[in-house]
T-cell receptor, first 113, second 113 residues
């Protein structure tokens, strides 16, 4: 049951360049989307979210884009920094119904010097 | 910045024994959650808790599992008779309102022998 899919297990990006992490979802009831970042031996850390009424949300170096018709979202990190090396989880939920978060499998981002 | 704290960081238990995982959510949060991540797999929702009762639980959360908020600060997950397949990272999360970003603790690694 893969309602949230991250098809790239890993991604390597040069420091200073843009990192683009992609995510697809199948459940059209999802109306709230989140990105979490996870370092080894730590819990997921909330990064940024977007409601389905928007198509873009920006917070500093992080921007999330939502394409509802394609059921696709992406996280852009620019410029990429060494501390961005981590596993990034895409996640989704249905607001005002159940508040559980459904996670993707994650993408490991390596920022190269 | 306030954070969710979990204890212990690692718990080793014999199969069939009871185990209690403890969490202190962020102090003004009202919604509490448990998730787990089996090695190499996704982070999976177990249970949500609000207003002193379970609001939703997954099919994983069977009769062997229970949650409790014994006082104003702690939130616990009990597994009554542990099985080998319960070995996983268990994450506690909390949020101040439903469907807002959930903030995660660093997890308890549960190893069943």
């Amino acid at each position: 049951d893969q309602q949230v899919k991250q098809n790239s297990p890993s991604l390597s990006v040069q420091e200073g360049r843009i990192s683009i992490l992609n995510c697809d979802y199948t459940n059209s009831m999802f109306d709230y989307f989140l990105w979490y970042k996870k370092y080894p031996a730590e819990g997921p850390t909330f990064l940024i979210s977007i409601s389905s009424i928007k198509d873009k949300n920006e917070d500093g170096r992080f921007t999330v884009f939502l394409n509802k018709s394609a059921k696709h979202l992406s996280l852009h990190i620019v410029p990429s920094q060494p501390g961005d090396s981590a596993v990034y989880f895409c996640a989704a939920s249905v607001r005002n119904r159940d508040d559980k978060i459904i996670f993707g499998k994650g993408t490991r981002l390596h920022i190269l010097p | 910045e306030p954070e969710v704290t979990q204890t212990p960081s690692h718990q080793v238990t014999q199969m069939g024994q009871e185990v209690i995982l403890r969490c202190v959510p962020i102090s003004n949060h009202l919604y509490f959650y448990w998730y787990r991540q089996i090695l190499g797999q996704k982070v999976e929702f177990l249970v949500s808790f609000y207003n002193n009762e379970i609001s939703e639980k997954s099919e994983i959360f069977d009769d062997q599992f229970s949650v409790e908020r014994p006082d104003g600060s702690n939130f616990t997950l009990k597994i009554r008779s542990t099985k080998l397949e319960d070995s996983a990272m268990y994450f506690c999360a909390s949020s101040d309102r439903g469907a807002q970003p959930q903030h995660f603790g660093d997890g308890t690694r549960l190893s069943i022998l």
